[in-house]
């Protein structure tokens, strides 16, 4: 089955590698040309980076959303939306409010914070590496002492 032509409105707006949401958010996002409503579950990266978010849909009970990113570029068919989820309604608010009481009493939801990777940089003296490499060099031709 082909999936239809429509109009990618993310087009020009580019990748997250922020969080926006935090863990019991309610969030609309449009899955396949219909709007739902939900909450998020868990706040991760992607391997690439990319802040991802897992949504546990609150107008289909049961769905459950991985790897959903905020108004993804790339996927012009299942993303988050910022536009629908500042105008969600007083109804859907509620419905989502209902379905996240309901989960914290079956402890459904991950309370793990968001954990952001810190990269170490290590300063290598070239002196000490050449030496290192040296001695490899020796070692490998027979030169032990």
Known sequence: MELPNVKNVNKDKRKLKKHHFKVKDMV???WYAEKEVGYVMECYHSKDGWACYKIKS??????I????????PEDP?????SVFSKS??????????????????KNLVNNKPIVEKK?????????????AIEKQKDFINGKFW
């Open 28 to 30: 609309a996002y449009k």
């Open 58 to 63: 609150a107008s289909k009970p049961g769905c």
């Open 65 to 72: 959303y991985s790897d959903m990113q905020l108004d993804d």
């Open 77 to 81: 068919y299942c993303y988050i939306s």
């Open 88 to 105: 969600m309604t007083d109804g859907e608010r509620e419905l989502v409010k209902k379905r996240i009481e309901w989960s914290e009493s």
């Open 119 to 131: 990269v170490e940089k290590v300063i290598v003296d070239k002196t000490e590496l050449k030496k």
